[in-house]
């Protein structure tokens, strides 16, 4: 009796905590600024031409066409038909984040579909809702081959200094009050130094640099300046500066670790893999075992 009452408080939170995780799965959480984004693109029949290819190749196995509703069906959460109100009630900037960012089965297709790409295919969902009316960005990409970007670092703060100029024609120009976010390249991805920050009248940003962080046998970080801004668009630079702790660290594969071969496995990991087959192989032979007992006790 106490026995199946456990089970049953035991599904019956598992079934509400799958459930409640579906449900707050239905909102999309944009960044303010990330929402306001619009498309620098205008979007005409053409743009829609070439995202309904896009679509068709990346898109429609799982959305199925807008207004259809032909959706993969077997899918937890559906994916919504692109022509549904919920999807047209999203901002042209929400779209172009959920398609970077991704969630659970819907994929990120940031390193799949390029700025140009995205804005494409939002361009051919657009084309089927007769009510909207887009709001173009004041973004020019072509400007943004204008942007230079210089780091430099000062060792008695202990701070790096971004400056961000446009090389305009008429003259150098100071990217005021862009959104500058600063990285430094570690073994599985990037990590953020200091926080996002916005440049100031003189284009400038300057970021507090933690003193302990490890570089190479140099002591060189690898640094990512990722510039954003209304007019010139998304610019990314890099560069090599000297200003980590010298480490003679050992390569990925030379330590026991849960990447490496089974060899070089973690201790913790063997014993714990071990520990688990032996559990299984004893559940095998305990069944075995009562089988024969049951079938023994039969012949008797
Ligand atoms: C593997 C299946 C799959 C593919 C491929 C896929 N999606 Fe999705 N998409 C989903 C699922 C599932 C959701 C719902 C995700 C959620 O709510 O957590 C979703 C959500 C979305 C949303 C949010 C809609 C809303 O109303 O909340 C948009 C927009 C979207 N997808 C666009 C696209 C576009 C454009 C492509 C192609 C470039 C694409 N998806 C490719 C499965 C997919």
Redesign the pocket.
Known sequence: MFKENIYYKVSTILIATFLSLNVF??N?DVPADKKAKNSYLKFDDATSKEGEV??TK??V???GNPGKGNS?KT??????D?L?T??Q??TDG??FY??VAG?????S?KN??SENE?WK??SY?RGFNKKYVQVLSKTDPNKSELVRISTSFDNKTNKIKVEVKANEPKGVVFLKDAEIMLFAKRNFGRLQIDNTLRTNNEGVATFNFPKDLPGDKAGNVEIFVKVNDDIYGEIESQSNLKIGIPTDKPGLNEKRAIWNVMAKAPIWLLITYTFCMLLVISCFIYIFYNLYRIQKSGIN
Not at 75 to 80: A, K
Not at 103 to 107: A, E, F, S, T, V
């Open positions: 799965a239905q999309w896009i679509y990346n898109c196995s799982c959305h993969l899918l937890n959460p559906i994916p919504p692109m549904s919920q999807t009630a999203l929400e779209l959920i398609l969630r659970m089965i819907m994929p297709f799949i579909l995205r295919v939002i969902i």
